[in-house]
């Protein structure tokens, strides 16, 4: 079963609008950890924000958001105030403390921002 | 300044022969991972190691063998089992502390196999 479901492939949005990607996980693991990547062109991976199950605030890093949703197991990043640079491919990615802390990646969402 | 560095960028390679990709951190991390990405894929875990002379399979590991002999070098070998070795190939690495949690990740090695 996968992990870790990104169900947009492609997500095409104006610039200066907000936006969230959307990022489901499976896992019956109590403490795990849930992030976000960003891969430009260049094929670099950018570490964004990261949020801990037992964490009780939703994790901020200026620009990101991430709205976490234990119950329903949802992990959505949320860009507000979309630039021209954050045309990117996004992974949401999971890491489980029971599986010798093996972080496990999502197939991606490609976001286009469009002038 | 402190990083994670492959090599080289591009390779390539003829089909039967094996190829090693390199990767160095300086970062004093004791986890490294091998990860292989596929065009408009995700990335797949090949081999990961938390400490030195340890390693472990991840999802993908037929094909592929790795070292780990000193704390700073995590070596990827694609030998010439591995059916389809052309993808790209990122190496990263994690500090083992409790409320450490970000995986650094280095620019990549695109393998062309010809």
């Known amino acids: 079963a996968q992990k870790i479901t990104q169900t947009q492939p492609g997500m095409f949005v104006q610039e200066k609008e907000a936006v969230t990607l959307d990022c489901t996980y499976d896992?019956?693991?109590?403490?795990?950890?849930l992030f976000w990547y960003k891969q430009p062109s260049s094929g670099e991976m950018i570490f964004l924000i990261y949020?801990?199950?037992?964490?009780?605030q939703n994790a901020t890093e200026g620009r990101y958001s991430l709205n976490f949703q234990k119950a329903r197991k949802s992990a959505n990043l949320v860009i507000s105030a979309s630039q021209l640079g954050d045309s990117a491919m996004y992974f949401c990615a999971m890491r489980e403390a029971n599986r010798d802390d093996k972080i496990i990646f999502g197939k991606g969402t490609r976001l286009h921002i469009l002038p | 300044d402190g990083g994670i560095t492959q090599s080289p960028k591009y390779l390539f390679r003829k089909e039967g022969q094996n190829v090693t990709l390199s990767c160095e951190q300086n970062l004093n991390h004791d986890a490294m991972y091998w990860y292989r990405q596929d065009p408009g894929q995700g990335l797949r875990l090949i081999y990961y190691s938390q400490i030195v002379n340890d390693f472990q399979k991840g999802d993908i590991a037929e094909g592929y063998s790795v070292s780990r002999e000193k704390k700073e070098s995590f070596p990827l070998t694609v030998t010439s089992a591995q059916k389809n070795p052309t993808a790209f190939y990122l190496c990263a690495s994690r500090s083992s502390g409790r409320y450490t949690n970000e995986q650094f990740f280095g620019p990549g090695t695109r393998l062309t196999v010809l």
């Open positions: 896992t019956s693991d109590p403490s795990y950890g």
């Open positions: 949020q801990g199950s037992y964490d009780q």
